[in-house]
């Protein structure tokens, strides 16, 4: 990456070739021009930005929209005044522009100029309609599009963006290392805070501190304490408790932070105080499944070969409530990847939880792992009561030769 004084930015070269696959994109599809949308987002902006960002290199606190031509320049239109000239900074985008209070209205302004009211538009939202979390533009936004541009054709694009970058380059690559890197540090920023008497903001706090003392951005922290003994979580918890840490706990986290909109994901148990068998089991169960799945994780296998790999888990007796593996770009994507019951399965009716499914999460077509895929790799088993469990896992990246860690973390539970 080239760095700029204020704002890292990729070499002209990667823009370039981002900007030529979703032309061709386009022209596969007959899409005259793309909306991309930028929402607001909790904990971090660049969580609901990645579609806008993988184009402008802008990350917004608010709205944005980048309206994107098959032909000709594009332009970025941001919501707030005051956050021109950070726009202007930091976007690769030449036209940038205050889409004022009516930002639909600018929006639609230049569609209008562009000559586009009439023509085939591909709508990207924060992610489609298959995703993980299924957002795509607040429907008083998609209102008043359709009703300012009645003889468009509005069609949902949201894939085709999320295809594209689906694939890292050698440059994005290096920033994913270094974004690894420096959630490796926040979790050794949470281990050293890790003792009995503080409370699980506590350690919450510790790890945001060492995110952005190291030069990163936190995009968000799960974590959570309980008792090794008597035991009531299974996974890590969105937010921080104030619960106090005692000497026999486990403390589970799940930690992503990012540079320049890059992230790594790590998950590690970290006991206080000498692990008891159950949760040394959990754990060898969880790094055994860790290992296979990264076996299978070669160019040409499918989800399938996950969901096979998951063997540990189910032959011990355990469940997951999350995927032990997914696709990643600052958040789950596709594929979402669970275990394989087994047949007539009766440990959902005891539990209160889902039943039936050939496996945990649903896979849609399996697709073949291409070299510079994403997958964050999860095995987080737990107890059929969802009372007790660990976490595991960390980003991978797919190459000819099979899956590459991007953390150097060890593999192993923390005892501090």
């Given at each position: ?6 704002f890292p930015r990729f070499t002209d070269e990667e823009y370039a070739r981002r900007a030529r696959q979703v032309r061709a994109e386009m022209a596969e599809r007959e899409l005259d021009a793309l909306l991309v949308y930028g929402a607001y987002g909790f904990p971090a902006w660049d969580y609901n930005q990645t579609n806008l ?116 380059s050698a440059e994005e690559i290096t920033l994913l290392e270094r974004g690894a890197e420096l959630t490796d540090l926040a979790m050794e920023g949470q281990v050293k805070a890790t003792r009995p008497g503080v409370r699980d903001y506590d350690l919450y706090a510790a790890v945001a501190v060492a995110a952005h003392r190291a ?202």
């Amino acid at each position: 990456m080239q760095t700029e004084p204020l704002f890292p930015r990729f070499t002209d070269e990667e823009y370039a070739r981002r900007a030529r696959q979703v032309r061709a994109e386009m022209a596969e599809r007959e899409l005259d021009a793309l909306l991309v949308y930028g929402a607001y987002g909790f904990p971090a902006w660049d969580y609901n930005q990645t579609n806008l960002r993988y184009l402008t290199n802008y990350t917004d606190p608010t709205h944005a929209y980048l309206v994107f031509p098959r032909e000709g320049e594009p332009t970025l239109f941001i919501y707030h005044y005051e956050h021109l000239a950070f726009a202007r900074a930091a976007s690769v985008v030449g036209d940038v522009r205050w889409g004022g209070p009516d930002l639909i209205g600018s929006v639609v302004a230049r569609l209008v100029a562009l000559d586009l009211e009439r023509q085939r538009i591909g709508i990207v939202g924060v992610n489609g309609p298959t995703g993980k979390f299924a957002i795509s533009l607040p429907v008083p936004h998609e209102q008043a599009l359709r009703a300012r541009l009645p003889q468009a054709d509005l069609v949902e694009a949201t894939d085709l963006i999320e295809q594209v970058r689906m694939l890292k380059s050698a440059e994005e690559i290096t920033l994913l290392e270094r974004g690894a890197e420096l959630t490796d540090l926040a979790m050794e920023g949470q281990v050293k805070a890790t003792r009995p008497g503080v409370r699980d903001y506590d350690l919450y706090a510790a790890v945001a501190v060492a995110a952005h003392r190291a030069g990163g951005t936190l995009l968000f922290t799960k974590l959570g304490s309980t008792s090794m003994t008597t035991p009531d979580l299974c996974i890590a918890p969105a937010y921080p408790s104030g619960r106090v840490i005692r000497r026999g706990d486990v403390v589970l986290n799940e930690i992503s932070v990012s540079y320049a909109g890059y992230s790594g994901q790590l998950l590690r148990p970290v006991c206080v105080g000498r692990p008891t068998p159950e949760y040394e089991r959990l754990f060898d169960v969880g790094v055994e499944t860790y290992h296979r799945i990264l076996d299978v994780l070669r160019p040409g296998n499918t989800e399938e070969d996950v969901v096979a790999a998951t063997a540990p888990i189910v032959d011990a007796g355990l469940k997951v409530v999350c995927p032990v593996a997914h696709g990643w770009d600052n958040k789950p994507e596709q594929p979402l990847i669970g275990i394989r019951r087994r047949p007539g399965a009766s440990e959902a009716r005891a539990a209160g939880t889902r039943e039936g499914a050939r496996s945990d999460f649903v896979i849609r077509r399996p697709q073949p792992f291409r070299v510079g895929q994403l997958i964050v790799v999860e095995p987080n088993p737990s107890t059929l009561d969802e009372r007790q469990g660990i976490v595991v896992g960390d980003l991978v990246v797919i190459t000819e030769a099979g899956a590459r860690r991007l953390h150097r973390y060890p593999l192993e539970l923390v005892v501090v």
